[in-house]
Structure formats: C-alpha cells, structure tokens
C-alpha cells in the first residue's frame, strides 16, 4: 500500500542533507565543501527519514 506522505518525507529529506551540503556527491557540492560518495549521501538521507 502506498502512503502519500511517503514523498513528501523523502524531499524534505533530500532538501535538508542538500542544504546542509556536508553530506552531497560532487556534482551537488559547493567549491569549500569536501563531497562525499554517493553511499553516503544516501546514508545521511535515510537517517533524516528515520528521524522524521
């Protein structure tokens, strides 16, 4: 069954670690900022998810 929060929670969570940018790949990283891999990327957003 699909919940249409779903979405929605996944956003907002991609939107936060984005605009923190400590936890981005290269391609989304601003010039100061060391990027990360993409495993991690993914790691700081499914912890957003869990705590939302």
């Known amino acids: 069954m699909c919940r249409p929060d779903t979405a929605d929670r996944l956003q907002k969570a991609v939107e936060n670690v984005i605009g923190k940018g400590t936890h981005v790949t290269y391609e989304l990283a601003s010039a100061d900022v060391t990027s990360v ?16």
């Open 37 to 52: 891999g993409k495993q991690e990327m993914a790691e700081a957003i499914a912890a957003k998810l869990t705590k939302s």
